[in-house]
């Protein structure tokens, strides 16, 4: 069974402090593991996909990258608006569902 | 584009009442999959539909049930509602639902059983 854990479950950061979040995952054959946005009362915004080991996406603050167990969400010189909870998902063996860790509540103050 | 459409946005319901939800997916778009979304349980996986046909299907119990129209879009059914079902219900879409392709996700409907 595919799991993802995220930590921290939330993190409060001052504006410009630059951080990191963290996704571990197990999963049978890896097919894309997925980062996305979401804000209060809305749907999760896709913001990326990768496939493969040592890859690596960026867009504009955020910049993704990924190993065989976890993958890390840097954030560079955040602003309060990149204030949401950001999520993980894998997609595995099990068809095309994802499975989601539990996110990390981003907190960015002025 | 329009991104995904999900009808209504709110739905406040009774136990034991049967209850419909819609979405409309990104033009173009066949494979069409919903999620529920609670703060103790995060987002789960329901099921999901390709060319009219279920593909996949999560953990739920039989009262959850889905269909997929010829113009993709699709329907979800909860029937005899239970206060654990309130929830927050995600649609999503993807072009071909090829494994490894991003979901591209509505607003959801917050369902309320009281």
């Known amino acids: 069974e595919d799991q993802v854990t995220q930590s921290p479950e939330a993190l409060r950061l001052q504006e410009g402090e630059s951080s990191s979040l963290n996704c571990s995952y197990t999963?049978?054959?890896?097919?894309?593991l997925f980062w996305y946005r979401q804000d209060p009362g809305k749907g999760p915004e896709f913001l990326f996909t990768?496939?493969?080991a040592g890859e690596e996406k960026e867009k504009e603050r955020l910049k993704a990258t990924l190993t065989k167990k976890e993958s890390f969400l840097h954030i560079t010189a955040p602003k309060p608006e990149d204030s949401a909870t950001y999520l993980c998902?894998?997609?595995?063996?099990?068809?095309?569902?994802?499975?989601f860790g539990g996110g990390t509540r981003l907190m960015v103050k002025p | 584009k329009a991104g995904v459409t999900q009808t209504p946005r709110y739905l406040i319901k009774t136990r034991g009442q049967q209850v419909t939800l819609s979405c409309s997916p990104i033009?173009?778009?066949?494979?069409v999959s919903w999620y529920q979304q609670t703060p103790g349980q995060g987002l789960q996986f329901l099921f999901e539909?390709?060319?009219?046909?279920?593909?996949n299907k999560g953990n739920f119990p039989g009262r959850f049930s889905g269909r997929q129209f010829s113009n993709s879009r699709s329907e979800m059914n909860v029937s005899t509602l239970e206060l654990g079902d309130s929830a927050l219900y995600l649609c999503?879409?993807?072009?071909?639902?090829?494994?490894?392709?991003?979901?591209?996700f509505g607003n959801g409907t917050r369902l309320t059983v009281t």
């Open positions: 999503a879409s993807s072009p071909e639902g090829r494994y490894g392709s991003p979901l591209h």
């Open positions: 999963v049978s054959g890896l097919r894309g």
């Open positions: 990768l496939y493969s």
């Open positions: 998902a894998v997609n595995g063996n099990a068809g095309n569902m994802l499975t």
């Open positions: 033009s173009g778009h066949r494979s």
């Open positions: 539909y390709f060319s009219e046909t279920q593909r």
